[in-house]
């Protein structure tokens, strides 16, 4: 009996891969508008400040579709997955990837996008633009809107804030003296009269982190807002850290940013730099939690979600 033949479009933001991409890149995410020189160079200097370079950034989520396509092939001995990349703001775009999956024969689909949790103006995006593709090319796709309270995804980042709540002990911070910090990338405010799933699901799965942890001494904020006139949610995490200081809540900062599922630059520079930078400006002990990238309970849990989606279509 032959295998199912099924491809998994596996979505993302996209970064550029290299310095000549940036004002291209940049200009996709203003919808067609190019940046002043002045905007411009502040996003070049931020990669420049991460890695000098746009290679390893990109390259990391390339290593998370190899990664999932692996775990996939392993937990699934009777379907052939194929994983096909779709980027937002880089190419191959999300078009790019289904008619490519398309062009290679596929007639079933499964999409998901590397983030676990759902806005109308992020993940909804995504699948927007990934279903009018796929019914242009005659291909049946259903998706993964979201995956913030699967247990291998929320085992994932309670060890991770354990290993680092452990380094703080070993240096010899009262534990209820570390002040855990969960961030996301911030949407604007108008997200709340919709009644978007998006801080709620956020706030979930910090829940769900601290209760594993046995933590109380945690709160949410907010990072890498848009500069656009509409306000966008907060408190940021840089008014976060202030607070923390001026009120005396702790001495010590631990960030886990569970919104980010691999290190880009809102972790590598908005955090690494920018926030630890201030924390040290406050006196404060800074830390944050690794990403996920390629943990295998991460890829079990992209694997998990792509399977019963797919089972799902199937009996649908």
Known sequence: MSKRNVGVLVMSYGTPESLDQVEAYYTHIRRGSPPSPEQLKELTDRYDAVVGGFFPLRENTNKQVAALQETLRQSSPDVDYRCYQGLKHASPFIEDGVRSMAADGLKEAVGIVLAPHYSVMSVGGYIK??????????????????????????????LRVEAELRKFAEAGAPR?????????????????EMRDPYPDQLLATSRAVADACGIVNWQFGWQSAGRTAMPWLGPDILDVLRTIKEERQAEYVLVCPLGFVSDHLEVLYDLDIEAKRLAEELGLSFARTASLNTDPLYMETLSDAIREADEGARQS
């Open 129 to 158: 633009r990934a279903q009018e593709q796929a019914e242009a090319e005659g291909v049946k796709m259903s998706f993964v809107r979201s995956y913030h309270l699967h247990p291998k995804l929320v085992e994932a980042l309670t």
């Open 176 to 192: 209820d003296r570390v002040r855990v910090v969960f961030t996301a990338h911030s949407l604007p405010e108008k997200i709340l």
